[in-house]
């Protein structure tokens, strides 16, 4: 990896996540609608989507490990291989089973992909330069992610506004420029990629099932010795819980404002592109934020902001109120992602990096399940906006949890040296105590500091969480 500078991996750090992510733009418009062309209800769509959820939930954490063991890129080809293959099925896919199927797979590809590239980007910038700062390089991936999900959206609906070809329907094309842009994607991750994996062969695959679990066991070790790492994981659970208000409750919001659903979706898909251009802005922010108020704090007070942001979807009285609100939540979304990712990766070194982020995002996955059950059982019961109000209160109530990180930082004046993992969770004995355990440093003036994320980043990172984010287009 040293043989690459720090510009060149930040470079293709970006290139690949762009890559990565424009075809899941392009599904944007059409994943729900192309559903419902092939015959399925919209009960049959909601019981196929949760197969991604299950598989996630099952396999977050082992993959995670296994891309510790075995090395990050073998992973993510794995991963992107299964996602070529899910969009070739969705193409022709025509019954409940079929659709079952692909979004197992995805669950299978967000599962092997959730990780890998961030921790290759990290890991190879300080084998560049072990004083390099990566937390710009992390918010430059959320401004990609955002861009390239807003273009891909806007392709994807032009598309369809061109019409079928031939014996393609309209709403079949963008999937099939997906599948195309998603081999390109996979034949420059071949390319691009480059790694000193820790071990090659048949013999070292073997040996990686082996120490996978155990990569697993030791991530897990940090989380439960290091207050910092632990409360910035906790963070994940109120993110997640609370994301359900302008992900699945804000089109209801917005049908209740307008008066007419079909009016409220036209508005919406607009929107929902324009919502990701939001999220890049405020992932560009990621150096200021870096440099006042500080990684830290400055995630802290996002929480509370975006709090605020949701309140207002749930205050304001007319649409053009309701959307301000909705870009101005997703800008602050954007914002938060690069602080979170960055001061979680200053917990761990190298070889449990993907594992720590597996458990990060693992924690987003039955929050957001509670999330929609309670959350849409109060606004049954009461209203949307007092729906909206609880899930504000869960985003904000999760800012005090930042402090654990913001005190090790000002513990330690000379800035960020993590202990090496080898060193911080040894294979046997007793744990270290908390603050060895990586406490990170302050974030140098010059943009160091701190996300997919999305995800990420990984917050966004499959069709399900995609459609999520997007599904005001669809009527949530």
Known sequence: MSALSVRQVRRRFLVLHGLRW??????VPVMILLMQERGLSLS??????????????ALELPTGGFADA?????VLVVAWLVNLVSLALFAVADSF???FLIWALQGVFRALDSGPLESWYVDATLAADPKADYEPGLGHAGTVIGVS?????????????????????ALTVPVLVAFVLQAAALVALLVLLVEARPAKGAGALRASVVEAPRMVGRAVGLLRRSRVLLALVAVEL????????FESLLPLRLTEVVGDADRAAALLGPASSAAWLASAGGAALTPLLLRWPGAAPGAALLRILQGLTVVGMGLFAGPVGVLVAYLACYTVHGASNPLHMGLLHRQVDGPYRTSV?????????????LGGVVLMMLAEATSISTAMFVGAVVLAVAAPLYLPAWRAGRRTPAGPDPVPASEAVPASGPLPA????????????????????????ERVSGWSEVDAASAPAQGG
């Open 70 to 74: 075995i090395g990050r890129r073998p």
């Open 97 to 99: 089973a079929l659709f």
């Open 149 to 169: 999900i807003s273009a891909g959206a806007l392709i994807g609906g032009g598309l369809v506004a061109l019409g079928p070809i031939g014996p393609v329907s």
């Open 238 to 245: 109120f993110w997640g819980f609370g994301m359900v208000t």
């Open 434 to 457: 908390p603050e060895a355990v990586a406490a990170p440093g302050p974030v140098p003036a010059s943009g160091a500091g701190p996300a997919s994320g999305t995800g990420p980043t």
């Open 22 to 27: 424009l075809p899941m733009g392009l599904m």
């Open 44 to 57: 049959q769509i909601g019981l196929v989507a949760t197969a991604q959820g299950l598989v996630v939930l």
């Open 357 to 369: 982020l597996s458990l990060n995002s693992m924690m987003a996955q039955p929050a957001g399940a």
